[in-house]
């Protein structure tokens, strides 16, 4: 009993907290609000904590790396294995929603009803202005927000990358660097004492505003999503840990994925999930090198509950309108639209919708709906967007170090 406190102690006030957290929401409805600054103490936090978390990792990370082609070799895995398992995920929502129409014609007077007609948003999107705002920003303050993190990760492999290049000039630097990281991951642990909580809290207020949301005619999508996400997380994802390191890579991997589940459910954002989905990474045996350069990038280019979130969309419009479209433009614009959400709660995938709308060529009036279905199915999607970086770094690790990474010391 010792040992099983000892080991899974952590997951279990987190699940504690936000169980208590639920129940509180289900009894008070909106009026577990009330807790509301409790909850928000702790995901200001970790969203204080996720610029320089970001910056130190990776530079971090880069500066520890022994060869350049070490690095290399990640960076076209990491590619290789994003690539892959977004594609993937766009499959299963394009099969799941062709199996199960998303509207029935009896329910489509009812969801146009809920559209502004006369909407004035400008749906229209410049793909590559919108790209070069993701990747730079006009101003070296502007880094500092996680409202920026592509650009952001950018430059932390730059910043890792030119400090290795400065060799012995580099030395002083990149030992400030490591300490910094090593304070700034003591200052997570810290955080992390607040989480059963503060988690709690946030859970509780979250339940007692969106409970009854879902009983906006949408129920069926989220129902479809929830069980397309259950079976993402304990089947495909159980396959890649097992395809990465076996019978040992799926055990690890089940032991140590409870907390960045258990966070990204509660807190519905997966930057706020970067520190304790690294740490779980690692003690699943992947190398610090490559869970702390994997997870973090996976933030913004790797969110498969996010790509399948986006095909979601696109089907529940195509039935709505009575419209076609074939699969590899479901695909590209998935994941192409999955690219433009930020990693924050609830509203984080705006531009996004209006990407979709304007690719698409469905009426700005739609974009209410995509909001509706975005707030639904959130959070199953955020746990997806944080546990497939897990998963992603166990395949990444098994590309790069071989099939026995999971033994070798570190």
Same mark, same amino acid.
């Given at each position: 009993?010792?040992?099983? $406190?000892?080991? *899974?102690?952590?997951?279990?006030?987190?699940?504690?907290?936000?169980?208590?957290? !639920?129940?509180?929401?289900?009894?008070?409805?909106?009026?577990?609000?009330?807790?509301?600054?409790?909850?928000?103490?702790?995901?200001?936090?970790?969203?204080?904590?996720?610029?320089?978390?970001? #910056?130190?990792?990776?530079?971090? !990370?880069?500066?520890?790396?022994?060869?350049?082609?070490?690095?290399?070799?990640?960076?076209?895995?990491?590619?290789?294995?994003?690539?892959?398992?977004?594609?993937?995920?766009?499959?299963?929502?394009?099969?799941?929603?062709?199996? &199960?129409?998303?509207?029935?014609?009896?329910?489509?007077?009812?969801?146009?009803?809920?559209?502004?007609?006369?909407?004035?948003?400008?749906?229209?999107?410049?793909?590559?202005?919108?790209?070069?705002?993701?990747? +730079?920003?006009?101003?070296?303050?502007?880094? =500092?927000?996680?409202?920026?993190?592509?650009?952001?990760?950018?430059?932390?492999?730059? #910043?890792?990358?030119?400090?290795?290049?400065?060799?012995?000039?580099?030395?002083?630097?990149?030992? &400030?660097?490591?300490?910094?990281?090593?304070?700034?991951?003591?200052?997570?642990?810290?955080?992390?004492? *607040?989480?059963?909580?503060?988690?709690?809290?946030?859970? !509780?207020?979250?339940?007692?505003?969106?409970?009854?949301?879902?009983?906006?005619?949408?129920?069926?999508?989220?129902?479809?999503?929830?069980?397309?996400?259950?079976?993402?997380?304990?089947?495909?994802?159980?396959?890649?840990?097992?395809?990465?390191?076996?019978?040992?890579? =799926?055990?690890?991997? $089940?032991?140590?994925?409870? +907390?960045?589940?258990?966070?990204?459910?509660?807190?519905?954002?997966?930057?706020?999930?970067?520190?304790?989905?690294?740490?779980?990474?690692?003690?699943?045996?992947?190398?610090?090198?490559?869970?702390?350069?994997?997870?973090?990038?996976?933030?913004? &280019?790797?969110?498969?509950?996010?790509?399948?979130?986006?095909? #979601?969309?696109?089907?529940?419009?195509?039935?709505?309108?009575?419209?076609? +479209?074939?699969? $590899?433009?479901?695909?590209?614009?998935?994941?192409?639209?999955?690219? =433009?959400?930020?990693?924050?709660?609830?509203?984080?995938?705006?531009?996004?919708?209006? &990407?979709?709308?304007?690719?698409?060529?469905?009426?700005?009036?739609?974009?209410?709906?995509?909001?509706?279905?975005?707030?639904?199915?959130?959070?199953?999607?955020?746990?997806?967007?944080?546990?497939?970086?897990?998963?992603?770094?166990?395949?990444?690790?098994?590309?790069?170090?071989?099939?026995?990474?999971?033994?070798?010391?570190?």
């Amino acid at each position: 009993m010792k040992k099983i $406190w000892k080991n *899974y102690r952590s997951t279990m006030l987190l699940l504690g907290g936000i169980l208590l957290g !639920a129940l509180v929401g289900l009894l008070f409805k909106e009026k577990a609000q009330v807790l509301t600054p409790f909850g928000d103490i702790f995901i200001n936090l970790m969203f204080v904590v996720i610029v320089p978390l970001i #910056f130190l990792t990776i530079s971090s !990370a880069i500066i520890k790396m022994k060869s350049p082609k070490r690095l290399g070799k990640i960076m076209s895995r990491i590619l290789i294995v994003f690539i892959i398992m977004s594609v993937i995920a766009a499959l299963i929502g394009i099969v799941s929603t062709k199996l &199960f129409k998303l509207v029935n014609p009896s329910d489509t007077n009812s969801i146009l009803e809920l559209l502004d007609q006369n909407s004035t948003i400008d749906t229209k999107v410049n793909v590559l202005q919108r790209t070069a705002s993701l990747l +730079t920003v006009s101003d070296f303050s502007l880094l =500092l927000s996680k409202d920026n993190i592509i650009a952001l990760l950018l430059f932390s492999i730059l #910043f890792g990358l030119a400090t290795r290049m400065s060799q012995e000039k580099g030395k002083k630097v990149s030992e &400030f660097i490591l300490s910094l990281n090593d304070i700034v991951l003591n200052i997570v642990k810290l955080i992390m004492y *607040y989480a059963p909580f503060g988690l709690g809290c946030y859970f !509780a207020s979250l339940i007692g505003t969106y409970g009854s949301t879902i009983a906006l005619g949408f129920f069926k999508t989220f129902i479809l999503y929830t069980l397309v996400s259950l079976f993402v997380y304990f089947i495909v994802y159980s396959f890649y840990a097992f395809i990465a390191a076996g019978k040992k890579g =799926l055990k690890n991997y $089940w032991k140590h994925i409870l +907390t960045p589940t258990l966070t990204a459910l509660a807190t519905c954002s997966s930057a706020a999930c970067i520190p304790v989905n690294v740490t779980s990474t690692t003690n699943m045996g992947v190398s610090k090198d490559i869970a702390e350069t994997t997870i973090p990038m996976g933030t913004s &280019f790797h969110k498969d509950g996010s790509v399948i979130g986006s095909v #979601f969309k696109v089907m529940f419009l195509v039935y709505l309108f009575n419209t076609s +479209t074939d699969i $590899w433009t479901i695909i590209g614009v998935s994941i192409l639209a999955t690219l =433009l959400i930020t990693a924050v709660p609830v509203g984080g995938g705006t531009i996004s919708e209006m &990407f979709i709308l304007s690719l698409m060529g469905f009426p700005a009036a739609a974009l209410p709906i995509l909001t509706v279905i975005a707030t639904v199915i959130d959070a199953p999607a955020t746990v997806l967007n944080v546990v497939g970086d897990s998963t992603a770094s166990l395949l990444v690790g098994r590309l790069t170090d071989g099939k026995n990474f999971l033994n070798e010391k570190r």
